[in-house]
C-alpha cells in the first residue's frame, strides 16, 4: 500500500458544534441528564481523517468563550489543526439528541439561530491565505441549510478552492429541519456543488437538490449509476460519487457502499450490523474512509472498502467522532464484525 505524503492536508470548512444528549435512553421530555459531546459534519471528517494520518485543517467562524475553546479542545485532541478558525458572534451552535432504539427514531432538535457560524459575513475569512497550504477542500450541505450568510461564505471558499485547482469534495448532507430562511436547496445548492470533483450523496437529497428522480423498482446498483450519468451532466467536474445505502433486515441492518469513479462501478459485500450504538456521524466517517482511500492512491475498491468500513465502525462508538485507527478498519475489511476480545 502507498504511504501518504507530507504534503496531503485537507481543509474543511463547517460549523462546529455541542451536541446535547439525553442520558440513559430517556426521551427529551424524560430529560434529567444531558452528555455533551463535540460536533459537526466537517469537524467529523477531519477527525477521523487526522487518526488515520492526514493533515487536516478545520475551519469555521466561533465565540471567544469558554464552550468554543471546549470544542477546540476536542477537536486538537485528535491533531485537527484549528488555527485558520475566526472569531466573532455571540454564540455556538447545539443540538439535542434523543436516542433511539429499534422500535422509535432517534430525534434531533437544532438550537443554531444565530450562532457565531449562521452569522459570518462574506470577507471575514482570507480564503487565498488559509487554502495556500492545503491540497483538498471538503464541504457539505449544512453549511449553506443553516444560514444565508454561511452559504455565502461556502461560496467564497469553493470558488478560490476552484481557482487555485484544488480537488473538492462535497457532502449532499440534505437536512430537512435547517434550511428555514426563505430558500428552497434547490435554488442554492446546484450553483455550489458544480464545482466538486468527489461528492457523497443520497438519492433523496439529489432528487431535492436537482429534481433528479429514479426508478424505485429498480435494484440499488442501477439506481446509483443511472443517477450518476444524470448528475455528470449538473456537476461537470465529477469524476467521483460514493454512496451508502441501509436496509432492515429484522433487528439488524444491512450496510453497503457504492462507487462510480472515473467511469467504473464498484461496490462492497453488505455488512450486517446487529446492534447501532451510535448513527450519528457514520455519513462523516463514510466520507473521510473514502478520501482516505482516494488521498493515499487505494484501488477504487479498497476505496469503497475503507469507506463503508469506516462508516460501519462508528455506528459502534458514542458521540460524533468516529474514534478508530487503520489497523483497526484494516482489520474489519478483511475479517467483518467481531465480538472477540483483542488481547
Known amino acids: 500500500?502507498?504511504?501518504?505524503?507530507?504534503?496531503?492536508?485537507?481543509?474543511?470548512?463547517?460549523?462546529?458544534?455541542?451536541?446535547?444528549?439525553?442520558?440513559?435512553?430517556?426521551?427529551?421530555?424524560?430529560?434529567?441528564?444531558?452528555k455533551v459531546h463535540v460536533g459537526g459534519a466537517e469537524a467529523n471528517v477531519c477527525v477521523l481523517l487526522s487518526q488515520l494520518g492526514i493533515q487536516t485543517d478545520y475551519i469555521s467562524r466561533l465565540p471567544q468563550?469558554?464552550?468554543a475553546q471546549l470544542a477546540l479542545n476536542e477537536l486538537q485532541k485528535y491533531k485537527v489543526n484549528t488555527s485558520k478558525c475566526v472569531y466573532g458572534g455571540e454564540r455556538l451552535g447545539l443540538y439535542f439528541v434523543e436516542s433511539g432504539n429499534q422500535i422509535r427514531q432517534s430525534q434531533v432538535i437544532y438550537d443554531r439561530s444565530n450562532s457565531s457560524f449562521a452569522t459570518i459575513q462574506k470577507d471575514q475569512i482570507n480564503w487565498n491565505e488559509v487554502l495556500e497550504d492545503v491540497t483538498h477542500f471538503h464541504w457539505s450541505g449544512i453549511s449553506p441549510g443553516v444560514s444565508n450568510e454561511a452559504g455565502l461564505a461556502c461560496k467564497e471558499a469553493i470558488i478560490t478552492a476552484h481557482k487555485k485547482g484544488l480537488p473538492i469534495s462535497s457532502d449532499f448532507n440534505y437536512r430537512s429541519k435547517l434550511w428555514q430562511y426563505g430558500k428552497h436547496p434547490s435554488e442554492i445548492m446546484p450553483n455550489l456543488l458544480q464545482y466538486s470533483t468527489i461528492t457523497v450523496a443520497d438519492l433523496d437529497a439529489i432528487e431535492i437538490y436537482f429534481g433528479i428522480k429514479t426508478d424505485k423498482n429498480e435494484s440499488d446498483a442501477a439506481r446509483f449509476q443511472k443517477t450518476f450519468e444524470l448528475l455528470k451532466a449538473k456537476m461537470p467536474f465529477l469524476k467521483t460519487l460514493a454512496m451508502s445505502f441501509r436496509k432492515s433486515d429484522g433487528p439488524a441492518h444491512l450496510y453497503k457502499g457504492l462507487l462510480m469513479h472515473e467511469g467504473n462501478f464498484y461496490?462492497?459485500?453488505?455488512?450486517?450490523?446487529?446492534?447501532?450504538?451510535?448513527?450519528?456521524?457514520?455519513?462523516?466517517?463514510?466520507?473521510?474512509?473514502?478520501?482516505?482511500?482516494?488521498?493515499?492512491?487505494?484501488?477504487?475498491?479498497?476505496?469503497?472498502?475503507?469507506?463503508?468500513?469506516?462508516?460501519?465502525?462508528?455506528?459502534?462508538?458514542?458521540?460524533?467522532?468516529?474514534?478508530?485507527?487503520?489497523?483497526?478498519?484494516?482489520?474489519?475489511?478483511?475479517?467483518?464484525?467481531?465480538?472477540?476480545?483483542?488481547?
Not at 460549523?15 to 440513559?24: I, K, Q
Not at 466517517?285 to 469503497?304: H, T
Request: charged share 20%; aromatic share 6%; net charge neutral.
Open 1 to 34: 500500500m502507498n504511504k501518504i505524503t507530507s504534503q496531503t492536508r485537507i481543509a474543511a470548512f463547517g460549523e462546529l458544534l455541542l451536541r446535547m444528549n439525553v442520558a440513559n435512553g430517556n426521551r427529551f421530555t424524560q430529560a434529567d441528564e444531558i
Open 65 to 67: 468563550n469558554d464552550l
Open 267 to 343: 461496490q462492497t459485500p453488505e455488512h450486517k450490523i446487529h446492534v447501532v450504538t451510535d448513527q450519528i456521524g457514520s455519513g462523516d466517517a463514510f466520507n473521510a474512509g473514502l478520501l482516505y482511500g482516494l488521498s493515499n492512491k487505494l484501488s477504487a475498491q479498497e476505496c469503497i472498502e475503507w469507506a463503508a468500513a469506516c462508516g460501519v465502525i462508528k455506528q459502534s462508538i458514542h458521540g460524533d467522532f468516529a474514534i478508530s485507527t487503520p489497523d483497526e478498519i484494516r482489520h474489519f475489511i478483511k475479517n467483518g464484525s467481531s465480538n472477540r476480545i483483542n488481547r
